[in-house]
Structures are given as C-alpha cells and as structure tokens.
C-alpha cells in the first residue's frame, strides 16, 4: 500500500520529471550559454537501471502515477524507448517534453513503448527568428516532428512557447491560428530566470494577463476551471480548440505544486527553484534498498520550501540552468 510523499505544507506529490541526460543539440537563448556547457561524463550519468529503481520506489512506495521524461534533449538519450516501456510497465503515465528535431524517426517507437504524452518545444514559427533562438535551422525539422507526433497517434499534441518580451510576443495570436489549423494545444510558458546567460528580467516577462488579452483581441477565450496541472486553461468561445498558460512568475503555483524532480546525475530536487539537492545516485551505486532511498526521498520532501521568491529581493537563483536541472 503506497504513503503519500507529503511535505511540511500539507503537499502531496505524485508527479516525477526525470532528466536523462543534461546534453542537448540545440542551445536555446533562454536556456543554455552560446558556447554551450560542459556535458556530464556519462558514468555519472544514471544507467536505465538506475533510474528504474528510483521510479519504482516513487511509483511503488508513493503511489507518484505521473512521470515526464525530460533533459537537455531527452531523444539523444540512446534507446530511449526501452526506458519508456521499462517505466511504463510500472504501471504510471509517462510523458515526455522533447524539442522535437528527431520525432519523425522515433515518434511511433516511442509511442509503440508506452509513452503516453508529449510536449514539443516551439517558440517561433519564423524561421530566422528560430534560428537566433535555439541557434539551429531546424524550424522545418521540428515543425515535422510535430506532424509525425500527430500521425503517431499522440493525443492531444503540446506545444511549449515560452514567451520573452520584445523577442517572439508578436508572435501570440499567430501561435494560437497554428494551434487551432494543427489540431494542438499551445501553452505559453511565461519565462523564468533559469537561463545560463542569465538575461532574465522581469519587465521581460510577459504575463498571462497580457497573453490572453492579446490573444482575446482576435480569437475571444474564457477561462476552465483549474485542475491541478501548473497551465491555467482557456477555451476559444468559438468551441475550436484550447491555450494553456504556465503563468510561473506572475501567478505562481506553488502552493498546488505535486512535482519533485531527479536530475541526469541522480540528485533529488524537491522544487524546479531549489537550492539543495538530495545524493541518490550514490546510494543507488552502493546498494541501498528501496526502503532507504524512500527515506532520502521523504528527506528531501521534508525541505521543500513554500514557494519560490522569483522577482522579490529574497528570491535565490539555482547555480544551474533549465537544461542542468531538467525542465
Ligand atoms: N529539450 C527539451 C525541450 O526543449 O523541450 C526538454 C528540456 S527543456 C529544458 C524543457 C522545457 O523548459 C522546454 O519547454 C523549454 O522551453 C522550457 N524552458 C527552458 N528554459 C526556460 C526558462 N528559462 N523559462 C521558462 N521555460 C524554460
Ligand atoms: Fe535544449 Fe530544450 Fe534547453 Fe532548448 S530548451 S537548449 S532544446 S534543453
């Protein structure tokens, strides 16, 4: 019988992101520095192995029925279908958030292994302003990744836009004509300073307020009642289609949140924010049985603060980007 992993606010957690690997072949503006950054060695990354116990114990012990697969770029991970089915066989749901440059070869192998649910990165649909965002021309690339993601089976598709003041805000209502001509659920991400460049401001951010106003102006919307998914949802009144907004700066959520996470190298973070992490690959390569890893987990749980401080003096910035952490 799984116990609830709760921490001191009264929080339950049941949603697991997985990073599979801190490596990436695009290097986003909003995400990684030009030069890139120095890749893990792969023995500390975790083996296939490695991860599945750790799941199982969240899974088994936690009754956690939500995992997403992320990284870097969760598809460069090799073989990535045999950990999806591996996870899958756990019994939980497992997403995956990918750029979407290589679906058209692996959207069906994915799908045929057990994943569940996908979330394709898109920020631009001009192909020069793709191009200065994720530093790679492959806007056609990944615009076919989300076809092959359609032609899978996937249902519904996602798209996450993250949203920057004075790069890609004109760019709103054209995201929400895509959504509604593909049959697609866009959801605006509003940016947060997890950049290694470390560009983040918060007259930059564009709130959820200002993304639905302007997008109300040519496709009118109205709000769905919350669920506990971070995206504030809204439906076009004309009944075609949705747009969420993960509004994580103006509207954060924390107090709703149900997500811990274990990055590429195995460390425990109970918050996308937090500054401490918790060693399990350690104890997973020196034998500890699931009862001690869940001991370390529930730890972890233990320190979770309230809530991030984004924006307020107190506000503590992680040493690591979104692609070291796993978004
Ligand atoms: N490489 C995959 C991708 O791009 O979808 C998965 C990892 S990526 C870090 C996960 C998500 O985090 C993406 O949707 C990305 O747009 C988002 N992201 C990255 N940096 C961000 C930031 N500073 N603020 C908000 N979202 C960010
Ligand atoms: Fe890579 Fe995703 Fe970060 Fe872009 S957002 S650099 S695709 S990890």
């Known amino acids: 019988m799984a116990r609830p992993l709760v921490d001191t606010f009264g929080r339950v957690h049941r949603d697991l992101r997985i990073s599979v690997t801190d490596r990436c072949n695009f290097r986003c503006t909003y995400c990684m520095p030009e030069e890139g950054l120095e890749w893990l060695d792969r023995s500390e990354i ?17 009754g956690v029925d939500s995992i997403r697969l992320t990284g870097g770029e969760p598809m460069v991970r090799a073989n990535l279908d045999e950990l999806v089915s591996r996870l899958a066989a756990l019994g939980t749901d497992v997403a995956m958030t990918t750029n979407g440059s290589t679906l058209r070869r692996h959207a069906q192998l994915l799908k045929d292994a057990g994943l569940r649910r996908i979330n394709i990165s898109l920020d631009s649909l001009q192909q020069e302003r793709f191009l200065e965002l ?16 359609l032609e899978a089976g996937f249902d519904p598709v996602k798209i996450n836009c993250v949203v920057m003041r004075g790069v890609n805000d004109d760019e709103l209502v054209d995201f929400a004509r895509f959504g509604r001509d593909m049959g697609v659920v866009v959801r605006f991400i509003e940016w947060m300073p997890l950049d290694a460049d470390e560009g983040w401001t918060n007259d930059r951010v564009v709130s959820q307020k200002e993304i639905v106003a302007a997008i109300s102006e040519v496709f009118p919307l109205e709000p769905i009642q919350r669920g506990h998914e971070p995206a504030q949802r809204f439906r076009y009144l004309d009944g075609i289609g949705e747009v969420g907004v993960i509004a994580s700066v103006t509207q954060a959520f924390c107090g709703d949140c149900d997500r811990v996470r274990l990055t590429a190298e195995g460390q425990f973070r109970n918050c996308l924010f937090a500054v401490d992490e918790f060693d399990l690959r350690t104890l997973v390569r020196n034998g500890a049985s699931d009862e001690e890893l869940a001991a370390e987990i529930e730890r972890g749980v233990g320190a979770k603060w309230a809530g991030h401080q984004i924006g307020k003096v107190n506000f503590i910035r992680p040493h690591r980007s979104m692609s070291q952490i796993g978004g």
């Open 46 to 62: 975790l083996t296939f192995e490695e991860i599945e116990q750790i799941a199982r114990v969240m899974v088994n012990t936690f």
């Open 134 to 149: 994720t530093r790679r021309d492959e806007l056609d690339t990944v615009l076919d990744g989300i076809d092959a993601a």
